[in-house]
């Protein structure tokens, strides 16, 4: 493809499902799910559209605690199968795009020596399971250096720690480079394009429809298999093939809440393993930020856009006041973002926390594959698995998947002494360098508190799809997971950057400022 395809592109995508024929697969949701069997699909030639309807990563996918990991959470639930292959995907994911993913070191602090004992065995096994994939190994620290690593743990008590390596991404950055490697390898992905019904032959999947909720124009499409990764809405699809099924689903919600990078003050995260009644508790440095998560709180409905729960803010304040030297309140919250989990239901498992994280593949009476749960460090197994499956259901000519080694769009080496802003865009740093010269004023901050050039917000319309401010600030840029108060201050000079590129009037930089102000009231307590 090569020179010639046109990228991210909303209109030649909307162009070619009004020109109608026939996809071999259609995928429905853009998170790291469908992005990821989307990238895989294309990178073995079969013919791909992916449909998102709302933005790309708009749903559980920008809502991670960042982590791209083996999950030493499950080791100690004795999962080894799990942690193993996620480790190695997790060594995949850090070699395919580094731009967008770096090695994290991690401190476990210890207040009894048994648990130095314990969770140094538990780590020990975590480099193992590793292998070559490894991202270097874990250490015991003494009481002393624990202090030195971490100036602002609590240390009455503290008898030492464990040192070790995991990674640590930005989500959205991550779904974004996938969507623009699935256009690079020819698959034609769209957002703010839902998923209406599904279209049937004889009792067999033939396609689907879906509307343009830009316009609210309607599209038939014809697909060989269409694959269901709509994430928490997995059950809506699943319905539309079969309205009697029962729901599939159970829900999750975790928290995170983002400080000033004075609470942490270090390189390393902090990992709590075991809090007094049981949780996990992660203090991460993320984008110049501290980061407390997570929580594991049980919800009836699914929703776009999940609001923090009082008692949730509460007690990651006070926890985080049980291990630090300065305990965070309140007014030093600079966002809250949360996620919903799709935990797939086993029978006779009670509590959440029970429930495997591994996702599930299934494939109705009708065809339609539906993949869920997992992890964003897995998704490219899970692609792959989706991928060779669908093709099965399609009668597609097998071919091998590419993506082990398939080098992300933008790859760039990184520099972890290099402090560069653009970093995250990789080899594509010059071509938005160039676009901010375009403009006085585009070179500088959108906000003196946010790390992001206005002029980022047109690249990000010319070549990353974003359609919206929200789409900018919360997911082009990290703007509102940063600083909320700081985003709605940056809304309307970022509303009249899209404005000019996506030509729209006067009342529509008005309404998004307005939409946007609102939004970001769920991320300011
Ligand atoms: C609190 C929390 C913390 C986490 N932390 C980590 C972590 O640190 N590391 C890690 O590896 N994993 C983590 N995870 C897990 C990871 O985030 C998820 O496994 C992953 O993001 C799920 O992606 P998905 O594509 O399946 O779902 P989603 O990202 O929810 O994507 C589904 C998409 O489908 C779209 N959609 C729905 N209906 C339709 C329709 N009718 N038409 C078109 N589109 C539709 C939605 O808009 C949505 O964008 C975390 C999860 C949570 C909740």
Known sequence: MGGMNMGLNRAS???????????????????????????????????????????????????????????????????????RHALHERGRLLANAPQVTRRQGFVVPCYRWWDMAFYGAGLLAYDLLAGKLGLGRSRLLSRKEVMRRLPTVKTSGLVGGIHYYDGQFDDSRLAITIAASAADHGATLLNYVRVMGL????????????????????????????????????????????????????????????????????????????????????????????????????????????????????????????????????????????????????KGASGTSAVPRDHVLMVSDSGLVTITGGKWTTYREMAEQTVDTAANVGHLPSKPSPTRDLRLHGWAARDSAATDPLAAYGADAPKVRAVL??????????????????????????????????????????????NAAAAVAAAPAVAGVLAAELGRDAAWVDAQVTEFTELAGVYRV
């Open 437 to 482: 010269a375009e403009q006085p004023g585009w070179a500088s901050p959108m906000h003196p508190d946010l790390p992001y050039a206005l002029g980022e917000a047109a690249y990000a319309a010319r070549h990353l799809m974003a359609r919206t401010v929200e789409d900018v600030l919360s997911r082009r840029t990290r703007a509102l997971l940063l």
């Open 199 to 346: 279209l049937k032959t004889d009792g067999r999947i033939a396609g689907v429809t879906a509307r343009d909720m830009e316009t609210g124009t309607d599209y038939s499409i014809q697909a060989k298999a269409v694959v269901n990764a709509a994430g928490i809405f997995m059950d809506d699809i699943r319905h539309m093939d079969r309205p009697d099924l029962a729901e599939g689903l159970s829900l999750s919600q975790g928290i995170h809440i983002v400080l000033d990078p004075s609470f942490l003050a270090s390189d390393d995260a902090i990992l709590i393993p075991k809090t007094a009644d049981g949780r996990v508790l992660f203090v991460l440095p993320w984008l110049g930020r501290t980061v407390l998560g997570t929580t594991d709180t049980p919800i009836e409905t699914a929703s776009m856009e999940p609001r923090a729960q009082e008692e949730e803010i509460q007690f990651l304040l006070d926890h985080a006041a049980e291990y630090l030297t300065r305990a965070p309140a309140r007014s030093d919250v600079l966002s809250v973002f949360t996620g919903i989990r799709p935990l797939v239901k086993v």
């Open 13 to 83: 995508g909307i162009a070619a499902l009004a020109a109608g024929g026939s996809w071999d697969l259609v995928i429905i949701g853009g998170g790291a799910t469908g992005l990821g069997t989307a990238l895989d699909a294309a990178a073995r030639g079969y013919r791909t559209l992916l449909l998102e309807g709302h933005d790309f990563a708009k749903g559980t996918s920008s809502r991670a605690t960042k982590l791209v990991h083996g999950g030493v959470r499950y080791l100690a639930q004795g999962n080894i199968p799990l942690v």
